[in-house]
């Protein structure tokens, strides 16, 4: 067997340098495979939304390491309605930080916050409390299956971190 050196070329094809700005696009890149050339009208909606996050990323990144805040929510875009800010919507809101206090990302280090859930939770009580005959049939459901399964996940929760 024979081995025959072939020329190859490394290019990088990130879409941001190092310092985080947009690079050039490289004028003597390969030619495109048959599939590519079919779509040579632009970027595919993945690579679009891809691009806009990285490039959103990034922005916060650079953000950061300038020292300033950096804001990781994406803001809604101009043709999506917001979701109605209503009492069902808070209570789900307040729910799920109730849920997350009790329940921290794996991996993260970080212990359950049970003081922090039991005041959410009651303070899901109090609003239970102070509405009680203005709230709607789909308020009171929801709300009392929200408070239901909060109160079975914290008392399971300090059950398993008792034993």
Known sequence: MTEEKKPF???DRRH???EGEARQQVA???ASTPEKKADAGGPSTEQRASDS?????LGGERERARGGAAVDSVPPRADEEPPP???IGLLVSL???AGYLMSPEPGSGAAPDLAGARAVINLLEVLKDKTEGRRTPDED??????????RMA???RTRADKA
Not at 53 to 57: D, I, P, Q, T, V
Not at 141 to 150: F, P
Request: hydrophobic content about 50%; charged content about 25%.
């Open 9 to 11: 070329t490394v290019s």
């Open 28 to 30: 003597d890149e390969p």
């Open 95 to 97: 729910a799920t930080q």
């Open 53 to 57: 996050f990285a490039s959103e990323r």
């Open 141 to 150: 459901r929801v709300l009392d299956g929200l408070l239901y399964e909060l």
């Open 85 to 87: 800010m209503d009492f």
């Open 16 to 18: 941001f340098t190092a």
């Open 154 to 156: 914290f008392v399971a």
